[in-house]
């Protein structure tokens, strides 16, 4: 009776923080602490510096830039979930966090990355109408509707988020609170619980399954769309722009969802769940630092601002 009683009683117990076991058991194969310093330091400058340009400069104040801007304001955001608690552990040499904090973690990422897919997918439409209806793209891309546009984006990321988060909350953890991942995560965290993650996973694989086939539809459809149309525009003139309109989008598509594929849809063995960790590196901070890269380097009116910018100080 008493040894039921004790099981019972076990069985029952929660955890209150977790040991984050990072990007490998082997301490000598942990990244060093100025890589992710690097990173950090150059993610927060490089989308700051694009959200400042967009800002200051009127001629940047158009449709396709303010959608730039929310994705670097979004990346600028992302930035602070993972990257100080991970700088914070490296000094410490402690690497825990309390299940409010993991659980906040998850909804913050899940929020950035959600609101992402769909301010990537608002930018492939809006080039779409730029180059497709070039006539009717003032009134298509009006003020208001890009407005409704990204607070859709927006609310959709936060109501996955919620969905994430509140059926994370639920579980049950007993026994073991070492995540096998240096961040907290949906499936790393899935795998300690100790009551039932079906309902979990089914949700989780709704969610995250609507979220890029409704997304990839649109950006395939609209590129199918640009496509079309510049194959009937045989002028060499038609296609250095509509490339130079898209070339950047289609770069950080390739990255995000790319990236973001090889981290996540992957057989959950031992040695993927390392690749996983790994990848996931690109996904949720390499990434972030090159999109304000990417379409500073490829973008004429950036440069052009950039050096507008820089008259004015020096001035």
Known sequence: MQPMKQMTMKSNSSVTEFILMGLT??????????????NYIATVVGNLSLMNLICLN???????????????????????VFTPKMLMSLVLKKNTISFT???SQIFFFCFFANSECYVLTVMAYDRCMAICQPLQYTTVMSPKICCLLMFGSYLMGFAGAMV????????SFCDSNIINHY??????????SCSSTYVNEL???VV???????????????????????IHKSSSKGWSKALGTCGS????????????????????????????KFFSVFYAHVVPMLNPLIYSLRNKDVKDAVKKTMKRITS
């Open 164 to 171: 994430h988060t509140g059926f994370m909350i639920r579980l």
């Open 25 to 38: 058991v082997q301490p000598g194969l942990q990244l060093p602490l100025f890589v992710f310093l690097l």
């Open 101 to 103: 904090g993991c659980m």
């Open 203 to 205: 949700v989780s694989s």
């Open 249 to 276: 989008h289609i770069i950080t598509i390739s990255l995000f969802y790319g990236t973001g594929l090889l981290a996540y849809v992957q057989p959950s063995s031992a040695e993927t769940v390392g690749q996983g």
């Open 208 to 230: 995250v399954g609507t979220i890029l086939i409704l997304s990839s539809i649109i950006i395939l459809v609209s590129y199918a769309m640009i496509l079309f149309n510049i």
């Open 58 to 80: 009127s001629h940047l104040h158009t449709p396709m830039y303010l959608f730039i801007f929310n994705l670097s304001c979004i990346d600028f955001c992302c930035s602070f």
């Open 183 to 192: 961040m907290c995560d949906i499936f790393p965290l899935l795998q300690l």
